[in-house]
Nanobody
Framework: QAQLVESGGGLVQAGGSLRLSCAAS????????MGWFRQAPGKEREFVAA????????YYAGSVKGRFTISRDNAKNTLYLQMNSLKPEDTAVYYC??????????????????WGQGTQVTVSS
């Protein structure tokens, strides 16, 4: 059974930075896509960023492009999200997700098979 464990969330002032990590265990994701999603109170889960594990091709939501960077460490089976220039509207629970087959639409949550428990990110103004 695959497990995804996020870490790195916290409280930061607007303009600050945080780095989220997602450690994958239980199976390899060498042919997978992994992504970050977030969910604010009263809102639906939304796509943040994704990466094709083998090629390293990245995708970003328009709201975070230029501020967030997704990356992975193949040897450690770990996914990262570097978040810079944080805004109060980035406040949410951030989830990492993985899928073990190629998917056409990386931004659709329903296409992912595995999810972490989430980590809270709070940006104060």
């Amino acid at each position: 059974q695959a497990q995804l464990v996020e870490s790195g969330g916290g409280l930061v002032q607007a303009g600050g930075s945080l780095r989220l990590s997602c450690a994958a265990s239980g199976r390899t994701f060498s042919t997978a896509t992994m992504g970050w999603f977030r969910q604010a109170p009263g809102k639906e889960r939304e796509f943040v960023a994704a990466i094709r594990w083998m090629s390293g091709t990245t995708y970003y939501a328009g709201s975070v492009k230029g501020r967030f960077t997704i990356s992975r460490d193949n040897a450690k089976n770990t996914l990262y999200l570097q978040m810079n220039s944080l805004k109060p509207e980035d406040t949410a629970v951030y989830y990492c997700a993985a899928v073990t087959q190629t998917i056409p639409l990386v931004s659709t949550p329903d296409q992912y098979d595995y999810w972490g428990q989430g980590t809270q990110v709070t940006v104060s103004s």
